[in-house]
């Protein structure tokens, strides 16, 4: 099993800033893509910024220029470095990896995860 631990959510106001990590933990071998998703009270899920095993980035046009998402493969942590919030930047962030387990299959390959973390609350208000 791969687990999955966000953290750094709160309060802040509008033209502040955050930090959120992410470490990854358990069973694995490799992790490939690395990305956080965000969920807003009757929205959708959506993809806000993802990072690639090559450090390649994409970012929800959005919030371009304004959050910054890295890695530390050595943790197996992902970050998301968030300023100039707005509120309507409130909403729960996910993160998300995905890569190969320690333990392989029957047939000798190692096992593919995709896991999620639980979500920390990023509320932006005066």
């Known amino acids: 099993q791969v687990q999955l631990v966000e953290s750094g959510g709160g309060l802040v106001q509008p033209g502040g800033s955050l930090r959120l990590s992410c470490a990854a933990s358990?069973?694995?071998?490799?992790?490939?893509?690395m990305a956080w998703y965000r969920q807003a009270p009757g929205k959708q899920r959506e993809l806000v910024a993802a990072i690639s095993s090559d450090g390649s980035t994409n970012y929800l046009d959005s919030v371009k220029g304004r959050f910054t998402i890295s890695r530390d493969n050595a943790k197996n942590t992902v970050y998301l470095q968030m300023s100039s919030l707005k509120p309507e930047d409130t909403a729960v962030y996910h993160c998300?990896?995905?890569?190969?387990?320690?333990?392989?299959?029957?047939?000798?390959?190692?096992?593919?995860?995709?896991?999620w973390g639980q979500g920390t609350q990023v509320t932006v208000s005066a």
């Open positions: 998300n990896a995905d890569g190969l387990r320690r333990e392989r299959d029957w047939s000798g390959f190692r096992i593919p995860f995709a896991s």
């Open positions: 358990g069973s694995i071998f490799s992790i490939n893509g």
